[in-house]
Each structure stands twice: as structure tokens, then as C-alpha cells.
């Protein structure tokens, strides 16, 4: 009998992230940035839902359930961790994606395209050196996120030659648990939307500019 | 009046430039088009002056260097319009660097100075003889958004500026989607 693994809110903010993500690329590649930067305003917004819920969602959704120390990720290589959602590995894949996007997402805010035409909505609070550096670093650190990615799909097939489906659990929100495991402790409704609200709050906030540390035109 | 004004500066602008310009062959050969829009073309874009090996590497960096200044310019000025006080001596000054180096512009890109001579830019594309017409016309709405922002400047409406100031960042944009590739520095 298969059981919950991951909530709705997890499995939307990753598939949803993932496609936001694409689109950044795609709209960057080939100069739509208008789109661009509604697209990282939207992965922003996504981010901040993630982190929160990280620390009020359902179990598997916890960092303080899925983030441990190197015994636990040693434990787990030699095939002695039982549990649902994140392993201990699989938990610094989720960590270096969640901080790689961030500071991906960070750099954007405050950079600026060579021609001065588009910028990040917080770009008045740094100089013009510092949002063309941002804009070289936002361009380069995008690799970072491949090579994560990268990861992440050969431990997805990696895992799935040995039998095990990650992608349909994902999908679904349920797997068979061994015998004895925990299954997930949901999170409430109107938590998740909390966090989405704060998350749009604080990304309509910045949108503006920080008011009143400095103002923002949309692009248009 | 303006744009020839525009014209007639550009071309001198060109002349002082390149030391002199060849005209070509190509000009003489489409006898059957005007003097007066002839001229134009060739102040807008002169895309089909050959220039020697030297006066090419010359004038990419001309190019370059004012493609920067421009690109400068245009980052004080999206700082001053989104800021509470915008301070309108510095977007007088950027408005007409950009105005004078937009007529510049002119000389900028005769044949012969794309990525065979070194590092631009500049796509190919810009010198295919199906795309002269377009990139003219590109070139010319820059000078004329430019000449158009910095007059808004000299008058005290920021609205003015502002709605002045899209118009040419929109001509900035329209010529380098089509005809500028990445180039990391």
C-alpha cells in the first residue's frame, strides 16, 4: 500500500521551480528579459514559500527533518538510514540547489544589462560597477545551477536502475514504505498559505524597490 | 530639418572620422534612387565605404569604446529617472554625450570591420546586402530618438524625459537584438 511521502506544496514548489527555471534560461538566452525578470520575481516568490515551509510544513518538507550531519550521510552510504523523504545525501543536493538558486535569484536583483535598459528591482542600492559585476556573476553562477541539476537528474537515474522510481513519488505525492517507517505528518492548509503570502508580500515589496530604500520601475 | 541636420552633421562627423571615407562602387550603381535619400542612407549607417586594415582596427574602437560610453550613460540616466531626486544636470550631460556620439554612430560601421578584422560585437548579419535598408533605418531611429530625449532634457518635464528616454532605449534595443551578439570582456 503506498503512503504520503510528499504534500501538494512541496511537489507544485519543486515542478513549478523547475519550469520557472527553464523559462529564466530560455527568456535570458533569447532576450525577452522583460519575461526574464518576472520569471526570477516568480522563483523568488517560490523560494521564500520553500524556506518557510521548510520550518512549518509537513514532516518531509522539514529541513530539521531531512538536514543531518556527515555521520548520518556515512550512515547512509553503508545502507543503514531508514526513513521517507530526503536522505541525508539527498538532502545537500536539495540544500546546494535551494542556495544556489538563491544566489542566483540574489544577483539578479541587483544587476543590470550592459545596455542599462533592464534591471533587478533592487539595483538602486548598489552601484553601477557592482550591478555590471552582478550581471557577469549572474550569467556565470546560471552554470553552478546546471551542474546541480546535472546531479540531480544522474541520481535520479542512478536510483531508478536500481529499481527505485524517484520522479513518480514526486508526482503522485505517495510511495510503498518499507514495514515500520513513519509515514508523512502533514502540514495545514492555511499554514502553506501564510507562507505564500508572505512570500508574495515580501516579492511585492522588493518589486517596488525596497521602499524606502529605493524605488523601482517596473520594465515595461 | 532635423533629421537633416542629423545627416549633414553625421557625415561631417564621418569625414573627420575616417579621414575620408572611399565612396564605392555600390553608390554610384543605384543611380536610379534620389541624391536626397541617397545621402541619407549613407549618413545613417555608410555601410558600404570599404576602409583599409588600419582605419578598420580605428574605427572598432571607436565604436567600442563608444558603444561603452553610451551604454554608461544610459545606466546614470535609469538610475536619476528612478530616483526620488533626479539630478538633471547629470541627465542633460548623458543626454547629449549620447545625442553626439548616436550621430558619430555614422561612421561606425563601414564594411570590412566585423569579426574578420578582431573581437565584436557586431554580427555579419549587419553587412548582408538584403539587411542595408533595415540596419539604416535602425541606426537612423537611434540618432533621431537621441536628438528627440536630449531636446526633452533642455525643458523641465520629467515625464517628457522619461517617455523620450523608453523611445531610445526601444531603438537600443531593436538594433542589438537583431545585429549584436554576446561578446564576454
Known amino acids: ?220 | 530639418m532635423r533629421i537633416a541636420f542629423v545627416s549633414l552633421t553625421a557625415c561631417t562627423a564621418l569625414l573627420s572620422a575616417c579621414g575620408g571615407p572611399q565612396t564605392s562602387q555600390a553608390n554610384n550603381s543605384s543611380a536610379n534612387i534620389s541624391n536626397d535619400s541617397r545621402d541619407a542612407n549613407q549618413a545613417t549607417a555608410n555601410l558600404e565605404a570599404r576602409v583599409s586594415l588600419g582605419d578598420a582596427t580605428k574605427i572598432m574602437h571607436a565604436r567600442h569604446e563608444g558603444m561603452e560610453t553610451i551604454g554608461k550613460d544610459f545606466k546614470a540616466l535609469h538610475r536619476e529617472f528612478d530616483s526620488p531626486t533626479p539630478n538633471l544636470a547629470l541627465v542633460r550631460t548623458a543626454a547629449g554625450q549620447i545625442s553626439g556620439l548616436s550621430r558619430q554612430a555614422s561612421g561606425w560601421f563601414p564594411a570590412g570591420t566585423g569579426t574578420e578584422i578582431g573581437k565584436t560585437g557586431a554580427r555579419p548579419e549587419i553587412w548582408l546586402p538584403q539587411n542595408a535598408t533595415d540596419f539604416s533605418s535602425k541606426l537612423r531611429n537611434f540618432q533621431i530618438a537621441a536628438a528627440a530625449f536630449n531636446a526633452t532634457t533642455t525643458r523641465g518635464d520629467l515625464n517628457a524625459m522619461k517617455a523620450r528616454y523608453a523611445d531610445l532605449a526601444g531603438t537600443c534595443k531593436a538594433c542589438h537584438d537583431k545585429y549584436r551578439m554576446d561578446m564576454h570582456h
Open chain 1, 1 to 220: 500500500m503506498k503512503q504520503p511521502v510528499w504534500d501538494l506544496a512541496v511537489r507544485l514548489t519543486h515542478w513549478l521551480q523547475a519550469a520557472l527555471i527553464a523559462f529564466c534560461w530560455w527568456s535570458a538566452e533569447y532576450n525577452h528579459l522583460v519575461w526574464h525578470i518576472w520569471g526570477g520575481c516568480a522563483v523568488l516568490t517560490l523560494l521564500i514559500f520553500r524556506l518557510l515551509w521548510g520550518f512549518v510544513g509537513s514532516s518531509t518538507a522539514r529541513f530539521s527533518s531531512f538536514v543531518r550531519g556527515p555521520a548520518a550521510v556515512l550512515a547512509y552510504l553503508r545502507g543503514k538510514w531508514r526513513g521517507i523523504g530526503h536522505t541525508p545525501l539527498g538532502a545537500l543536493s536539495v540544500l546546494a540547489l535551494l542556495g544556489a538558486v538563491a544566489v542566483e535569484v540574489g544577483l539578479g536583483l541587483i544587476a543590470e544589462d550592459e545596455d542599462g535598459i533592464y534591471t533587478g528591482p533592487l539595483y538602486q542600492l548598489v552601484s553601477i560597477d557592482t550591478s555590471d559585476r552582478a550581471a557577469g556573476l549572474h550569467e556565470a553562477w546560471f552554470n553552478v545551477i546546471l551542474v546541480l541539476v546535472g546531479i540531480h537528474i544522474a541520481a535520479i537515474i542512478f536510483y531508478r536502475l536500481r529499481g527505485k522510481s524517484l520522479v513518480k513519488p514526486m508526482i503522485t505525492g505517495r510511495a510503498s514504505l518499507e514495514p515500520g517507517t513513519q509515514p508523512m505528518r502533514p502540514g495545514r492548509w492555511w499554514v502553506a498559505l501564510i507562507c505564500l503570502a508572505i512570500g508574495i508580500g515580501v516579492t511585492r515589496w522588493i518589486i517596488a524597490g525596497a521602499p524606502p530604500f529605493g524605488h523601482w520601475t517596473p520594465p515595461s
